[in-house]
């Protein structure tokens, strides 16, 4: 089986595979679904010996947890919906860890509010915990941080914390694992004559209502490919491309590499040109720094701003905060995400990379990363 080569998923570089609780939870005993999560991992395996990189967006907690606690079968208060995350998520960690097991792939838990991608301090923090376990090797296993999450902070559902991930990931390929093949022109449970959509460059007016209109005209809650949608338009803002398809099947990444049905919703730009797009167009700066001419001229080749080349410092800002950058005569040359407060930016403004240390006792590296510039206006 050629996992990774040709298909959707050979094609992406870094993937997240959203999973909801109906393919990792056994509706019958309501335990975890091992066969269906050894499955899944076999094949995610097989991607990454073919160079991918995996993160998976894991639902389950919530219903592990009821089983545990012998909170089944009935109408459960939001206390014990939480307790029962907390209860679950112990159970979710150790079936993903012995479903990978057996590959040699170590996994690592990630749990998330929605503030985590709100906040720019803790989307940063997030980010790097996220690049440093995958240059580890290791597949972050997210979900949402049910236990301690209230309404005003909660993601809600899982699509989108996994667009949310795709985007923090710098992801180029977001796979939502349903339990129906894709999009289908309205929701063919209510519409046999539905037809299914393979590919949507564009999430137009017409196609959010095809998700939508099932649950319009029968006048309840949100339904579930209409989540599906918001996370695709949250992926593809961000240069990711959304795929929905069935989770179910024997084989299920080998299954969509093979041509299985499956709705491709296309990706608006690169991740890198849509995160900085992110910084140049989205974020409000909160300060100046002041740059040499060499400074400027590194900048407008796409290096990092090194603190050698900053002569002034306007704040106050944060570390992580977007910043305004210009020249000396005061022409902005370029924005970005700045790795140190406008306190400690100004005690290291014209030193040396190697003097930083000494002078602030740690160093978080260039002022600003070249990945965090957007350069010109
Ligand atoms: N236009 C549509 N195309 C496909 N499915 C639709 C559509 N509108 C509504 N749906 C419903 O969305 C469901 C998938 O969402 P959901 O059950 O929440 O999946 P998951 O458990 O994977 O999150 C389908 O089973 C289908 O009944
Ligand atoms: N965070 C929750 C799942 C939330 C969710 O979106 O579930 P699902 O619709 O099954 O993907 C849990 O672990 O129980």
């Known amino acids: 089986m050629n996992l990774g080569v040709g298909g959707p998923l050979g094609r992406a570089r870094r993937i997240v595979f959203k999973v909801g609780s109906a393919l990792l939870v056994d509706a019958a005993t309501g335990a975890a679904n091992r066969p269906w999560l050894e499955a899944f991992c076999a094949d995610a395996a ?5 160079g991918k990189q995996v993160v998976v967006v894991s639902s389950g907690a919530g219903a592990l947890g009821r ?3 012998g909170l089944s079968g009935r ?3 939001l206390p014990e919906k939480q307790a029962a995350a ?3 998520q112990s159970l979710l960690m150790r079936a993903w860890e012995e479903a990978f097991e057996p590959h040699g792939v170590g996994v690592a838990q990630i749990l998330m509010t929605r503030d985590d991608t709100e906040t720019r301090r803790r989307w940063l923090n997030a980010r790097a915990t996220v690049e440093t376990l995958l240059s580890l090797s290791v597949v972050p296993v997210v979900n949402e941080n049910d236990t301690v999450a209230t309404e005003e902070i909660r993601y809600g559902d899982n699509d989108r914390l996994a667009a949310r991930v795709a985007q923090l990931a710098g992801a180029d390929l977001l796979v939502l694992l349903s339990d129906i093949d894709g999009l289908y022109t309205a929701d063919p ?8 959509i393979a590919r949507v ?5 017409e196609i959010a209502g095809m998700a939508e209109g099932a649950n319009a005209s029968a006048g309840v809650g949100t339904g579930g490919m209409a989540t599906k949608i918001a996370a695709a338009r949250i992926a593809r803002a961000a240069g990711c491309a959304t795929l929905i398809t069935l989770g179910s099947r024997p084989r299920p990444l080998a299954a969509i590499e093979e041509g299985a049905p499956a709705t491709l ?3 608006g730009a690169s991740p890198a040109a849509a995160y900085k797009a992110w910084i140049a167009g989205s974020l409000a700066p909160q300060g100046w720094l002041t740059v040499d001419a060499g400074a400027a001229a590194a900048l407008a080749k796409g290096k990092s701003l090194l603190s050698a080349g900053v002569r002034a410092v306007e704040g106050p800002f944060d570390k992580g905060d977007a910043v305004r950058v210009r020249d000396e005569t005061g022409h902005e040359v370029a924005r970005g ?3 140190y407060d406008s306190a400690d930016a100004h005690k290291i403004a014209g030193l040396r990379s190697d003097a930083i240390e000494a002078e602030l006792g740690f160093t978080e590296g260039p002022m600003i990363h070249a990945d965090d510039l957007a350069v010109g206006s």
Do not use: W, Y
């Open 265 to 267: 919703i296309e990706a």
């Open 189 to 196: 449970r209510r519409d046999p004559t539905a037809t299914h």
């Open 86 to 88: 907390a209860a679950g």
């Open 67 to 69: 089983r545990r606690l």
């Open 46 to 50: 097989a991607l990454r010996a073919a």
């Open 337 to 339: 995400l700045v790795r």
């Open 75 to 77: 109408k459960i208060t």
């Open 201 to 205: 460059t564009e999430i137009t007016p």
